[in-house]
């Protein structure tokens, strides 16, 4: 599941329950919406493709 977090904007990825934002470390996170996740998911392609590069 992909949460964010209300404090600082962090979207991370949890395969179980996150209670916490790994990045400021409050429980404000939920649920990231359809707007984000396509975000996220953009950010991942743009990161593989940067290491694809280096190979
Ligand atoms: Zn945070």
């Given at each position: 599941m992909i949460y964010a977090c209300e404090d600082c904007g962090f979207l991370f990825f949890r395969v179980n329950e996150a209670r916490?934002?790994?990045?400021?470390?409050?429980?404000?996170i939920r649920l990231a919406n359809p707007e984000e996740i396509q975000r996220l998911q953009k950010l991942l392609e743009e990161r593989d493709k940067a290491l694809s590069k280096e190979e």
């Open positions: 916490e934002c790994p990045s400021c470390e409050k429980t404000n």
